[in-house]
């Protein structure tokens, strides 16, 4: 079956400008997870949904970042007044339910560069 | 706070020779100790979840086992196509979140 969709694959922008991100999780999956990767390091842990809401938002680095998931599938991570220190490898990552050893399976990311 | 550190950073094997990745880790409450395959380009694709000490699984040239401190990751026979970086992750009992570490980047030489 299809797997975690991202889509831009690639997205250039210049600092100070607004991006959005966007998140196809598999079908049925009710857990939904987002990560930053930065070169040479591995996945960090940004914000993850449960359905509609956000249970935990502890990883996002301020509040210029913000992310949604209204119909309790696709999401969408926003940026705003994006700075050069956040260009990285955004990733996105689903699973069936929440708990013990459940595993989350990623989609490609997006690679944001902020010129 | 949750620590998850693997060694090497890299490692080079002739096709064929064996080795360990490992994987060392400190976590209030393991609920699960996670081994990812990431390939240049794209996202970590789920290999192994571990679940408490002495538990083994394996896959093809693969096979993971954990303890109260680490997980190894043995590869036996690796062939080019076993080339990748290899990802550990934790979960713990307090959240919902993965711990990663940096990875191992594994190359098999023809």
């Known amino acids: 079956g299809a797997g975690v969709s991202q889509t831009p694959s690639n997205k250039v922008t210049e600092k100070g400008k607004y991006v959005e991100l966007r998140c196809d999780p598999i079908s049925g999956h009710t857990a939904l997870y987002w990560y930053r990767q930065s070169l040479g390091q591995g996945p960090e842990f940004l914000i993850y949904f449960q359905g509609t809401g956000a249970a935990d938002d502890s990883g996002l680095p301020n509040d210029r970042f913000f992310a949604v998931r209204p119909e309790g599938s696709v999401s969408t991570l926003k940026i705003q007044r994006t700075e050069r220190g956040d260009s990285a490898v955004y990733l996105c990552a689903s699973s069936l339910t929440s708990g013990p050893g459940q595993p989350q399976h990623f989609g490609d990311g997006t690679r944001l560069s902020i010129l | 706070e949750d620590q998850v550190t693997q060694s090497p950073e890299a490692l080079r094997l002739q096709e064929g020779e064996s080795s360990s990745l490992n994987c060392s880790y400190t976590?209030?409450?393991?609920?699960?100790l996670f081994w990812y395959r990431q390939d240049p380009g794209k996202g970590p694709e789920f290999l192994f979840t571990?679940?408490?000490a002495g538990e083994e699984k394996e896959k093809e040239r693969l096979k993971a086992t954990l303890t109260k401190k680490e997980s190894f990751l043995h590869i036996t026979a690796p062939k080019p196509e076993d080339s990748a970086t290899y990802l550990c992750?934790?979960?713990?009992?307090?959240?919902?979140?993965?711990?990663f570490g940096t990875g191992t980047r594994l190359t098999i030489i023809p």
């Open positions: 571990l679940y408490s």
């Open positions: 992750a934790v979960h713990n009992s307090g959240n919902e979140k993965l711990t």
């Open positions: 976590v209030s409450g393991l609920r699960g």
